[in-house]
C-alpha cells in the first residue's frame, strides 16, 4: 500500500452526539480493516471552569464535568470495541478546548475523523463549527462523516474523488486511490470544469474551438492526471466523469450513490491562503456520504 497518508492511527473526536457515535463506528471499522490504532479524544467544555465574567465555579461542578466526559470515552471506547474487534483503542480526555486539542493531535495522525454536527449544534445544523475550523487546519486528512436520509452512513459504492488539476488536488488523487484500493471499490474521478480562472477559459486555445474540442481537451486532462496512479493501484477500475459544470453540483449528486467523496480543501479557484474553499464547503454541509478532506503538504 501506498504510504501517501502517513501517520499510525485514527483520530476521532467525540462528544456523546449521535454524530460522534456514527464517527466512531466508521473509523473503528477503518482501523480494524487496516490494523491501525484508535484514539477517542474528548474535550471538556469551556464553561466547566468558570461562570460568566470569569469567576470561578464550585470545585464539584468541574468534578462532575470530568466525570461526565469520561462516560462519554467509556461508551464510545465500548462501541468502538464491539464494531472493530481486536482494535488497539485508546482515550484522551483533554482540558484544552477541543479545536486546538485535534489539531495538535493531527500532527501525528494517519486521518482525523469528526461527525457532522456536536452537542453543540442546534436540530438541522447541517455542519458544527469544530468541523469546519479543524478541517482548515489540520496536519491531515480529516474525515466528517455524513450519511443518507436517516442518517445511515453509507458501505457500498464508489469512492469519488473531485480532479481540478491543482496541487491539492493530486494529493487528493492519490489519497483517493488509496481508499478505493483498501475498499476493494470502483473510483470515479470527476473533473467539472466550470470553475476554471479567467485565462484559463478564455484562453485563446479555447476561444477559437469548438465546445466538443474544449470537451476532448478536458478529458485528455483528466487522463493525464490519474495515468500514473492507475499503473500504481492496477486493481482500482476507475470511471472518468468530465462534464461541463460547477464542481460541487456533479460531486454532490454523486454522493448520493458514493460511499466517500474525496476533495482537496481548497481548487484552482481559489486565492493564495484561503483554508477551505467553496466547493470543499458545499460537501461537507450538504453531502450525503462522508466527505474526506485532503490538505497539502506543508512545503504547499
Do not use: N
Request: proline share 6%.
Amino acid at each position: 500500500m501506498s504510504d501517501m497518508v502517513t501517520g499510525g492511527e485514527i483520530i476521532v473526536g467525540v462528544d456523546g452526539s449521535e454524530a460522534a457515535t456514527r464517527a466512531v463506528r466508521w473509523a473503528a471499522e477503518t482501523a480494524a480493516e487496516r490494523g491501525l490504532g484508535l484514539r477517542l479524544v474528548h474535550a471538556l467544555p469551556l464553561s466547566a471552569g468558570y461562570y460568566g465574567g470569569g469567576l470561578g465555579v464550585p470545585q464539584g461542578f468541574f468534578e462532575a464535568t470530568e466525570k461526565d466526559g469520561e462516560r462519554v470515552l467509556d461508551e464510545a471506547m465500548e462501541l468502538a470495541q464491539a464494531t472493530g474487534p481486536g482494535v488497539d483503542v485508546d482515550t484522551i480526555l483533554s482540558r484544552e478546548p477541543a479545536i486546538p486539542a485535534l489539531l495538535e493531535l493531527s500532527h501525528r495522525a494517519r486521518m482525523l475523523v469528526l461527525g457532522g454536527s456536536g452537542k453543540g449544534g442546534f436540530p438541522g445544523m447541517p455542519l458544527g463549527s469544530t468541523a469546519v475550523a479543524v478541517t482548515s487546519h489540520a496536519h491531515c486528512p480529516v474525515v466528517v462523516v455524513r450519511g443518507r436520509a436517516g442518517e445511515q452512513v453509507p458501505a457500498e459504492g464508489p469512492v469519488v474523488v473531485g480532479v481540478d488539476g491543482s496541487p491539492v488536488s493530486e494529493r487528493a488523487v492519490a489519497v483517493a486511490f488509496e481508499e478505493a484500493s483498501w475498499r476493494g471499490a470502483p473510483l470515479v474521478a470527476v473533473h467539472a470544469w466550470l470553475d476554471g480562472d479567467y485565462d484559463t477559459v478564455f484562453s485563446p486555445a479555447r476561444f477559437y474551438s469548438t465546445w466538443e474540442s474544449v470537451d476532448a481537451v478536458e478529458r485528455r486532462t483528466l487522463a493525464e492526471q490519474l495515468a500514473g496512479w492507475q499503473e500504481k493501484y492496477p486493481e482500482v477500475h476507475v470511471e472518468r466523469v468530465v462534464a461541463r459544470d460547477r464542481p460541487r453540483h456533479q460531486l454532490l449528486e454523486w454522493s448520493a450513490r458514493a460511499r466517500l467523496l474525496v476533495a482537496g480543501c481548497r481548487g484552482r479557484g481559489g486565492f493564495r491562503g484561503l483554508l477551505l474553499g467553496s466547493t470543499s464547503q458545499a460537501l461537507l454541509h450538504h453531502a450525503e456520504c462522508p466527505v474526506m478532506v485532503v490538505r497539502p503538504e506543508p512545503a504547499e
